[in-house]
Antibody
Framework: EVQLVESGGGLVQPGGSLRLSCAAS????????MSWVRQAPGKGLEWVAN????????NYVDSVKGRITISRDNAKNSLYLQMNSLKAEDTAVYFC????????????WGQGTLVTVSS | DIQMTQSPSSLSASVGDRVIITCRAS??????LNWYQQKPGKAPKLLIY???SLQSGVPSRFSGSGSGTDFTLTISSLQPEDFATYYC?????????FGGGTKVEI
């Protein structure tokens, strides 16, 4: 059974940092593109970043470039999102997802972890 | 960046109705269009990938069509469990993007 379990969310002050983790199991993690998608309270989905199987390619939405870094550890079957210089508008539930080969559709999702940026 | 526009943003329908949701891309995305269903408090669920391919386990009342810039998601006969919010997503460019969502209500 495929499982994606996010952790690391919480309350952080503006300008602070947070590192999210996503533990993967039940599939070949090292052969899968992975992504982070977020959803602000009461709002729609926003793709944040994705990373190639071997970590050699990373892509980001413009609003997080220079502040947020996606990474992975294939030996630990884990995906990460390092978030720095956090802003109130980064407040959201953050989901990790596996991107299927071919059309990069997110076919498996975690349950999400809530990040709240507030003083 | 490619902008995805869904319409309508919300709709009211009854069980048994045929529902059509549209998604338009700001430039051609070939068939790199996926559809998701999301219920409150839950993670999204993949319904359709590559514009028209049904994800495994998804009921056949869901179907997708289109290519280039204009796409549709059709629910042939709305069921009680289909009341949810639906999102399209383009994966043609490295900066993936979602549409704003369509809330299907009773």
């Amino acid at each position: 059974e495929v499982q994606l379990v996010e952790s690391g969310g919480g309350l952080v002050q503006p300008g602070g940092s947070l590192r999210l983790s996503c533990a993967a199991s039940g599939f070949s993690f090292s052969s899968s593109w992975m992504s982070w998608v977020r959803q602000a309270p009461g709002k729609g989905l926003e793709w944040v970043a994705n990373i190639k199987e071997d970590g050699s390619e990373k892509n980001y939405v413009d609003s997080v470039k220079g502040r947020i870094t996606i990474s992975r550890d294939n030996a630990k079957n884990s995906l990460y999102l390092q978030m720095n210089s956090l802003k109130a508008e980064d407040t959201a539930v953050y989901f990790c997802a596996r991107e299927s080969s071919g059309y990069f559709a997110a076919d498996y999702w975690g349950q999400g972890t809530l990040v709240t940026v507030s003083s | 960046d490619i902008q995805m526009t869904q319409s309508p943003s919300s709709l009211s329908a009854s069980v048994g109705d045929r529902v059509i949701i549209t998604c338009r891309a700001s430039q051609s995305i070939s068939s790199y269009l996926n559809w998701y269903q999301q219920k409150p408090g839950k993670a999204p669920k993949l319904l359709i990938y590559g514009a028209l391919s049904l994800q495994s386990g998804v009921p056949s009342r869901f179907s997708g069509s289109g290519s280039g810039t204009d796409f549709t998601l059709t629910i042939s006969s709305l069921q009680p469990e289909d009341f949810a919010t639906y999102y399209c997503q383009q994966t043609y460019t490295s900066g993936l993007s979602f549409g704003g969502g369509t809330k299907v209500e009773i």
